[in-house]
T-cell receptor, first 119, second 113 residues
């Protein structure tokens, strides 16, 4: 089966500009995650969707970050306006689980990530 | 809140050496525990997992046992290969209430021939 697809792979922007990342999960996977991974740190969850509903967005900086998953399939993460500290790799992952409780044991499949550099 | 602490890297070993990467966690309730691996130029992929106390996860010669009494999930392999060179991430997802996955900082493993 095809893996999690993300685009673009790399993006360089200046601070205060806007940027959007796209993710297409594995077909049939109900749960989709967006993570931020700053250099030298582990992935930090930004938002978790189950189908097209939000399970958790408590760690998403909502003043500048937004995400949507229309039709419960692919998803877009946007940053507007970007700051220097947003430089990171943005990872998308998906899993089969259809209920929030199932996600505690389910395997997450990660995409290759988008490396964002904010100048 | 939940947290995962991994040993600092890089860990540098010769081929066929024994590997241990320490991982301890803090979480309320009964989390599931995971080890993910990231090979150079690739995305993270699940290596093994354990969902309850005393469970042992294993894959590709790697093992980790869920020790609730010491809140640990140390990764071990008896004989490492050059191809095991990668970054290893310990992670947990707590059951009940918040399901936010929490990852450690990652431990880089370098295996020399």
């Amino acid at each position: 089966e095809a893996g999690v697809a993300q685009s673009p792979r790399y993006k360089i922007i200046e601070k205060r500009q806007s940027v959007a990342f796209w993710c297409n999960p594995i077909s049939g996977h109900a749960t989709l995650y967006w993570y931020q991974q700053i250099l030298g740190q582990g992935p930090k969850l930004l938002i978790q969707f189950q189908n097209n509903g939000v399970v958790d967005d408590s760690q998403l900086p909502k003043d500048r970050f937004s995400a949507e998953r229309l039709k419960g399939v692919d998803s877009t993460l946007k940053i507007q306006p970007a700051k220097l500290e947003d430089s990171a790799v943005y990872l998308c992952a998906s899993s089969r689980s259809r209920l929030a409780g199932e996600s505690t044991t389910d395997t997450q499949y990660f995409g290759p990530g988008t490396r964002l550099t904010v100048l | 809140g939940n947290s995962v602490t991994q040993m600092e890297g890089p860990v540098t070993l010769s081929e066929e050496a024994f590997l241990t990467i320490n991982c301890t966690y803090t979480a309320t309730g009964y989390p599931s525990l995971f080890w993910y691996v990231q090979y150079p130029g690739e995305g993270l992929q699940l290596l093994l997992k354990a969902t309850k106390a005393d469970d042992k996860g294993s894959n590709k010669g790697f093992e980790a046992t869920y020790r609730k009494e010491t809140t640990s999930f140390h990764l071990e392999k008896g004989s490492v290969q050059v191809s095991d060179s990668a970054v290893y991430f310990c992670a947990l997802i707590r059951s009940g209430g918040s399901y936010i996955p929490t990852f450690g900082r990652g431990t880089s493993l370098i295996v020399h021939p």
